[in-house]
């Protein structure tokens, strides 16, 4: 008798095993302005390029590459400040490929935003590291953490895909008030949640 086959599923790398300092190209898949898909209100998307997590279905699989796209540079950085600075959009949006394999990059852009605009502008993050994954990363990682507002964690599992599912593509994932987690020490999920 055949017996079923097994789905695939995304990677799973031990604590600090994969490192923004060993993989990421700093570049950039696209950046998208004026957006209201990635998040809460009008934002401002940057993924960028590079996931070792190979999530099989993966809506952006071009974008796991860490070569592919165009470098980091400061003229659009400064764009993108340019952008949030509108009083209409809430906030700035990391996407990937992996943000969380690119902290050269989300850092750098990051720090800025709380530099210009401090938590007038929130920040959002797309990762398929778990929260409690990310809390034994390393320390490039958990300052980017540190400095999100909104966390949406784990990788995307094709068997628990349901495209009803608010800012997620998975049962699995989780929206998460960062801030409110980091100071409780236990996950705090955003309390807009659609259920």
Not at 52 to 61: A, L, R, W
Not at 157 to 167: E, H, I, R
Request: charged share 25%.
């Amino acid at each position: 008798m055949p017996t079923k086959k097994e789905p695939r599923l995304p990677k799973n790398p031990q604590p600090q095993e994969w490192l923004a300092d060993d993989l990421s190209e700093q570049r950039i898949a696209s950046y998208k302005p004026f957006n209201f898909v990635d998040g809460e209100g009008v934002r401002c998307s940057l993924y960028v390029s590079g996931c070792k997590f190979s999530c099989p279905g993966c809506y952006n699989k071009v974008a796991q590459n860490f070569h592919f796209g165009t470098p980091y540079t400061q003229e659009l950085e400064d764009q993108i400040i340019d952008d949030l600075s509108q009083s209409y959009v809430q906030g700035l949006t990391l996407l990937g490929g992996e943000p969380f394999l690119n902290t050269q990059v989300c850092l750098k852009l990051c720090r800025r935003v709380r530099e210009e605009f401090g938590h007038d502008k929130d920040i959002w993050s797309w990762t398929g590291y778990t929260w409690d994954e990310l809390k034994q990363e390393s320390e490039d990682k958990q300052e980017l953490l540190s400095l999100l507002d909104i966390l949406v964690d784990g990788r995307f599992l094709q068997a628990q895909m349901d495209l009803t599912l608010q800012f997620r593509g998975s049962g699995n994932q989780r929206i998460i008030n960062v801030p409110a987690s980091l100071q409780s020490g236990e996950v705090v999920i955003w309390d807009k949640l659609v259920k």
